[in-house]
């Protein structure tokens, strides 16, 4: 057996060119392929791991702007049911305001008709007592009570100021003397006497029937008028029960 | 009568003369390194079937480099898996008729083991320094220094005669059965001889790398330990 060195010279040569051709064509590609994937992987792995964390982090701001919302909601709705109740209270104030001026209207309408009332009634009233007045006194004997009525007139006159009775007496024209019933001449004299004896000096008298009077008599001078009738007291009754009644009428009444 | 351990001169170069295991280890060259462009021209990150298949291959000899020499197998895989896939090619390429596997050749077989002694020396010289990989011979006493060189050697050419051995005793076999039987029968012989080509190969590598492994043993652990907790 014999070793041909040229052989196994070549050959060496030709293992070491295919180590190189090998690693060069075949074993470096493929490696590199290989990392090439890994790292690809590594980073698709750490893109996902980032996409997770940026998702987790995404989930968690929403769930606190969800809090967020939900909190404003409450507040929002707390607000509203703040406004809702103070406008409760306002449209409550309001209608108490109103309700109130409308009783205090209708109380003041209420007085005004009843006093609107009363003072119908009173003058009802009143026309009610002129009348049984009149039918009383109709049944009394109308001569003597203006006799009777004559003769105040004539204390009347007499309580008259200086002045008023210097009037009276100078007055140019008869001071007419109105009576219930018809004077006779005699009748007429005898009071003209009266009459000018309490206003004194020559005043002068003229009688004059006037019926409306019922009982009594008026002295109507150019400025003075005594009046002692009893229509003149009806009168003042009928006007002191229309309006208020006054001290001063009750007097005069009385 | 020629000896039929002779290679045959199929041409001469000049003053070289150019024998068939050459002409034959040309032709496995460029089939290895013409289809190793051809398969990983258009390499993508989603493989397909023959793309799979290729960095299976490579992915399984970095497994086993790392599993045997206990280290990271980057710096030695075009070392051991040339030298597994050119004698995987070389002794298969007996199915060619008319074509004798290379490695039925002393000279392949001894430009191998060479190149893997030099390699175990070159590695060991490179992770441990000169004086590291010179005093690995004294371990574990000095006495041994001669028995580790006799070892070094002698593994070498163990290395040779295993592959020569058995790639020329099958090929012998095969010629035999052939000259005394005739066709059909030796079928199951090549298929044997296919199997055990394809064994010798993966023998071949994983001494290369034991050998190898030996040389930079020191540093293995350390690199192990490495991997281990990362």
Request: charged share 20%; proline share 6%.
């Amino acid at each position: 057996m014999r070793i041909d060195w040229w052989t196994l010279g070549l050959q060496t040569v030709n293992v070491l060119v295919l180590i190189w051709l090998l690693q060069h064509f075949l074993f470096k590609p493929v490696k590199a392929v290989i990392e090439a994937r890994r790292v690809a992987a590594g980073r698709v792995l750490e893109e996902a791991e980032a996409d997770r964390a940026r998702a987790q982090a995404e989930a968690a701001t929403l769930e606190a702007r969800r809090r967020d919302f939900a909190a404003e909601g409450e507040k929002i709705l707390a607000e509203a049911r703040a406004a809702a109740t103070a406008e409760r209270d306002a449209l409550l104030a309001e209608a108490r305001q109103e309700a109130a001026r409308l009783e205090a209207e209708a109380r003041a309408t209420l007085g005004r008709e009843r006093e609107a009332m009363r003072q119908a009634l009173e003058a009802q009233a009143g026309e009610l007592a002129v009348t049984i007045a009149r039918r009383l006194l109709a049944l009394l004997p109308p001569a003597q009570v203006t006799a009777a009525l004559l003769e105040a007139l004539v204390q009347e006159t007499t309580r008259l100021p200086p002045e008023a009775r210097r009037d009276l007496a100078a007055a140019p024209e008869p001071v007419v003397v109105a009576t219930a019933t018809p004077l006779s001449p005699a009748e007429q004299e005898a009071w003209r006497a009266r009459l000018r004896q309490a206003v004194g000096g020559g005043a002068d008298f003229a009688f004059r029937h006037e019926p409306a009077l019922i009982a009594g008599g008026e002295l109507q001078g150019p400025h003075t008028l005594v009046r002692r009738s009893w229509r003149a007291d009806l009168d003042r009754l009928a006007h002191a029960l229309t309006l208020a009644p006054q001290a001063g009428d009750v007097h005069q009444l009385a | 009568m020629e000896s039929p351990l002779a290679t045959h001169v199929a041409f001469h170069l000049g003053p070289v003369p150019i024998t068939t295991p050459v002409l034959t280890s040309w032709a496995i060259m460029l089939l290895l390194a013409g289809g190793g462009w051809l398969l990983t021209r258009r390499l993508v990150l989603r493989p397909g079937n023959t793309q799979a298949a290729l960095e299976l291959v490579v992915d399984t000899l970095e497994r086993q480099i790392r599993d045997t020499m206990r280290t990271e197998p980057t710096p030695y895989l075009p070392l051991v898996g040339t030298l597994f896939l050119y004698i995987f090619v070389a002794n298969w390429s007996s199915l060619v008729p008319g074509v004798e596997p290379p490695t039925g050749a002393i000279e392949t077989d001894a430009a191998l083991a060479l190149i893997v002694f030099a390699a175990a020396i070159a590695f060991g010289i490179r992770v441990r320094g000169l004086g590291g990989y010179l005093r690995s011979f004294a371990r574990p006493s000095i006495i041994m220094v001669p028995l580790n060189l006799l070892e070094n050697i002698t593994r070498t050419f163990s290395l040779v005669v295993r592959l020569f051995g058995n790639v020329m005793s099958g090929i012998f076999v095969i010629g035999i059965v052939l000259s005394l039987v005739g066709l059909l029968v030796p079928v199951p012989l090549m298929a044997l001889e296919l199997l055990t080509g394809a064994v010798q190969a993966y023998i071949f590598t994983v001494l290369a790398m034991v050998f190898i492994g030996g040389g930079i043993e020191d540093e293995a652990p350390h690199v192990a330990q490495e991997e281990s907790n990362s």
